[in-house]
């Protein structure tokens, strides 16, 4: 497994290149589902949890050719389909659900494996379930496994989701594109992911409007053609490099960046005394007058405050002037990354949903473990500020999401390598 060593040096300078969003990506290639025709993604992440939703797809009968050093996927799923998503390829990557709301649009059933929990939380699937329910489908939990079934075909109707999820937002919508006549999705999640996913849909021929809002309208159409859409900018990505230069001082601009994607979080880094340009290119961001001040945060659904970007949130505030409340809304257990940022000297208080950091001169290098994606990033921003060397574990967990997070740190000036420990 390999390992990531960072060692606390002085301003960072220079510009960092954002990806395509993991998380749009994950939801764009099951679309592939939906038709027989080819549907390419440009701008493509080139992470391992792409990797796994190509396996996954191939298991069940689709082609993805990763093209131009992996930027470009190209997919298609014209032959016999195998309606099972198994469980040794879900357990790896809960966005393997994503596959189930578009098989029964396309084949009127699927076997689903239930994720199973991860370590920031259980994710259940309830929210997802009810929502197919309510297009018709019958799903019934049997030996870890979802089975859904919609005889006659899935049918159009209108549903108001508990919580805005996403991924059952993201379900409901490439289940309702194909089913007979209107449907209508409230409280809808609003993230950018889902209107990168719609504006997709619509390319294939999909009826769709109102994303971005919570009440989207679906008219359902019998068939989607082939098409090519960029996947858009990540904002999590994004939000964590903006935060590299707010941690050491310096300035960054990040590549591809909007405000647009991360004007919540923009607002916090403002509070804290961050100041962010957007240019032609991407988004500048440096300290204001060298001092970061404390600032509160609650996580919500978009347009709030990001859940994923949480943890990199906190690393700023360890050495923050003053004493900052983080309060998690949306995962029951996503501080794990406190412990670790404790063994670096931060001055953390955890109980229950929420986390009070008091604010210490200065961090000090340490071993770390990084435990999910998010707080293995966390860590490495840390390190980037902190006195001596800090050796980040377990960064398989890192490269699910970032892209050689190394290689982007070290071209504005970090001291940062990747040690492979067998
Ligand atoms: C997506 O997960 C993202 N993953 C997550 O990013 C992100 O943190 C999350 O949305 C929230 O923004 C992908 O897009 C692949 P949810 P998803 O359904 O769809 C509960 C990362 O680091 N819930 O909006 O699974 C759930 O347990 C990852 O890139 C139910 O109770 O998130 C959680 O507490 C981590 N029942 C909350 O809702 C359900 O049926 C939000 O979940 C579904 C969800």
């Given at each position: 497994m390999d390992s990531i060593v960072v060692r606390g040096n002085g301003p960072l300078k220079g510009q960092i290149p954002i990806a395509g969003a993991k998380n749009a990506c994950l939801a764009l290639m099951p679309a592939t589902l939906l038709s027989e025709e080819p549907l390419t993604l440009t701008n493509a992440p080139r992470l391992s949890d792409i990797r796994t939703m190509t396996q996954l797809l191939a298991s069940l009968g689709a082609e993805v050719t990763a093209l131009q050093d992996g930027k470009v996927l190209a997919t298609s799923c014209h032959g016999e389909i195998n309606p099972v998503a198994d469980y040794d390829i879900v357990r790896k990557m809960r966005?393997?659900?994503?596959?189930l709301g578009p098989l029964l649009a396309r084949l009127g059933h699927a076997v689903v494996s239930l994720p199973g929990g991860c370590a920031i939380g259980a994710r259940p699937m309830d929210i997802h379930i009810d929502a197919l329910t309510a297009l018709g489908a019958e799903i019934e939990l049997k030996d870890g496994y979802l089975h859904a079934q919609a005889k006659g075909g899935l049918k159009g109707a209108v549903h108001e989701m508990r919580f805005a999820s996403v991924g059952a937002t993201e379900n409901f919508l490439m289940a309702a594109v194909l089913a007979k006549g209107t449907s209508v999705l409230k409280n809808a999640a609003r993230e950018p992911e889902i209107v990168d996913l719609v504006q997709c849909l619509r390319a294939m021929g999909a009826q769709i409007e109102g994303?971005?809002?919570?009440d989207i309208v679906i008219e359902g159409v019998d068939r989607l053609h082939g098409a090519t859409h960029p996947v858009v900018t990540d904002r999590i990505e994004l939000g964590t490099y903006m935060l590299a230069p707010a941690i050491c001082g310096g300035e960054v601009e990040c590549l591809g960046g909007k405000i647009a994607l991360v004007e919540s979080f923009c607002e916090k880094l403002d509070a804290a005394g961050v100041a962010v340009e957007e240019t032609e290119r991407g988004l500048k961001v440096k300290r204001k007058n060298g001092r970061i001040n404390a600032v509160d945060v609650v996580t919500e659904p978009f347009p709030g405050f990001p859940t994923d970007l949480q943890a990199q949130m906190m690393a700023l505030l360890c050495t923050a002037e003053g004493t900052s409340v983080l309060e998690e809304r949306i995962f029951e257990n996503r501080f794990m990354h406190a412990p670790e940022l404790m063994r670096m000297g931060a001055k953390i208080e955890v109980q229950g949903g929420h986390a009070t950091v008091h604010g210490v001169e200065r961090l000090k290098g340490a071993p770390v473990m990084a435990t999910d994606l998010r707080a293995s990033v966390s860590l490495i921003l840390a390190g980037l500020a902190a006195e001596g060397e800090t050796v980040v574990r377990r960064v398989y967990h890192l490269d699910r999401g970032y892209e050689r997070v190394e290689d982007k740190l070290r071209a504005v000036g970090a001291h940062i390598e990747r040690v492979r420990e067998e």
């Amino acid at each position: 497994m390999d390992s990531i060593v960072v060692r606390g040096n002085g301003p960072l300078k220079g510009q960092i290149p954002i990806a395509g969003a993991k998380n749009a990506c994950l939801a764009l290639m099951p679309a592939t589902l939906l038709s027989e025709e080819p549907l390419t993604l440009t701008n493509a992440p080139r992470l391992s949890d792409i990797r796994t939703m190509t396996q996954l797809l191939a298991s069940l009968g689709a082609e993805v050719t990763a093209l131009q050093d992996g930027k470009v996927l190209a997919t298609s799923c014209h032959g016999e389909i195998n309606p099972v998503a198994d469980y040794d390829i879900v357990r790896k990557m809960r966005a393997s659900n994503l596959v189930l709301g578009p098989l029964l649009a396309r084949l009127g059933h699927a076997v689903v494996s239930l994720p199973g929990g991860c370590a920031i939380g259980a994710r259940p699937m309830d929210i997802h379930i009810d929502a197919l329910t309510a297009l018709g489908a019958e799903i019934e939990l049997k030996d870890g496994y979802l089975h859904a079934q919609a005889k006659g075909g899935l049918k159009g109707a209108v549903h108001e989701m508990r919580f805005a999820s996403v991924g059952a937002t993201e379900n409901f919508l490439m289940a309702a594109v194909l089913a007979k006549g209107t449907s209508v999705l409230k409280n809808a999640a609003r993230e950018p992911e889902i209107v990168d996913l719609v504006q997709c849909l619509r390319a294939m021929g999909a009826q769709i409007e109102g994303e971005g809002t919570s009440d989207i309208v679906i008219e359902g159409v019998d068939r989607l053609h082939g098409a090519t859409h960029p996947v858009v900018t990540d904002r999590i990505e994004l939000g964590t490099y903006m935060l590299a230069p707010a941690i050491c001082g310096g300035e960054v601009e990040c590549l591809g960046g909007k405000i647009a994607l991360v004007e919540s979080f923009c607002e916090k880094l403002d509070a804290a005394g961050v100041a962010v340009e957007e240019t032609e290119r991407g988004l500048k961001v440096k300290r204001k007058n060298g001092r970061i001040n404390a600032v509160d945060v609650v996580t919500e659904p978009f347009p709030g405050f990001p859940t994923d970007l949480q943890a990199q949130m906190m690393a700023l505030l360890c050495t923050a002037e003053g004493t900052s409340v983080l309060e998690e809304r949306i995962f029951e257990n996503r501080f794990m990354h406190a412990p670790e940022l404790m063994r670096m000297g931060a001055k953390i208080e955890v109980q229950g949903g929420h986390a009070t950091v008091h604010g210490v001169e200065r961090l000090k290098g340490a071993p770390v473990m990084a435990t999910d994606l998010r707080a293995s990033v966390s860590l490495i921003l840390a390190g980037l500020a902190a006195e001596g060397e800090t050796v980040v574990r377990r960064v398989y967990h890192l490269d699910r999401g970032y892209e050689r997070v190394e290689d982007k740190l070290r071209a504005v000036g970090a001291h940062i390598e990747r040690v492979r420990e067998e």
